[in-house]
């Protein structure tokens, strides 16, 4: 899943598309690259974010949407609020990714089930502007499962049907927690449903790095993308989605020589 923030202010590429056609344009390098699905969110989730109005969401996102299914990608709308993710899919959009796991707005679970797309539940703990002063556990992997399983049980009792569970790197998480949850990726596939893993670029891999630019980061972007998609991922959601397709095709090679 490549990334297409529309967002003058995202955390590794506030602004370097927030155009349409820039925005388009990204895109389109991103598939040539090797992207299955491309993540197109006009908000941008970062610790401390403010909100971004709805009219203002949805003149970033939709155009965006249809510019990338008119050149034949598969669209994922990175969206907390229901009506954006209503207009995403009417422009084309194929899959909802709600980073509040539908805690974000109360018509998001039941919009998602009219339309019939796949849903994204994420875990977090809020808003992106209290989200880190929540990331508090006890047991960070057996608190995020339940959590994640609570919300995947709300999703299923409003009547969506495909769901993917993402445990929400860097959302209401530190570091040492981020860590945490990539040791235990298998307990989230052994949820049973299809894994998404957003690493890319987070400010985990920055501190173990000493690498202050997120852009210095997709070296070890890929390396989780390794770890993931041997612990059974379904997608990886990274920025820079060249290296991320090799080491997918690697763990494949490697998976089919051992089988
Ligand atoms: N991370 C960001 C945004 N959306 N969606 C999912 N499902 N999982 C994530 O980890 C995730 C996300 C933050 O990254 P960005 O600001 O670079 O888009």
Known sequence: MGVVNVTPDSFSDGGDHADPEAAVAHGRRLLADGADLLDVGGES???GAGRVPED???RRVVPVVQGLVAVG??????????????AAVTAGAAVVNDVSGG???PAMLSTVADLGVPYVVMHGRGPSDVMQTRAVYDDVVAEVLAELTALVEAARAAGVQDLVVDPGLGFAKTGAHGWALLAALDRFAALGLPLLVGAS???FLGALLDRPDPKD????TAAVTTLAAQAGAWAV????VGPS???VRVVAAVRGASA
């Open 45 to 47: 989730t970062r610790p």
């Open 56 to 58: 203002e969401e949805l």
């Open 73 to 86: 990608a598969v669209v994922s709308v990175d969206t907390v609020r229901a009506s954006v993710a209503q």
């Open 103 to 105: 805690t974000g707005d």
């Open 201 to 203: 670029r987070k400010a």
């Open 217 to 220: 980061r997709d070296a070890a």
């Open 237 to 240: 959601r990274v920025h820079d």
């Open 245 to 247: 397709a090799d080491a």
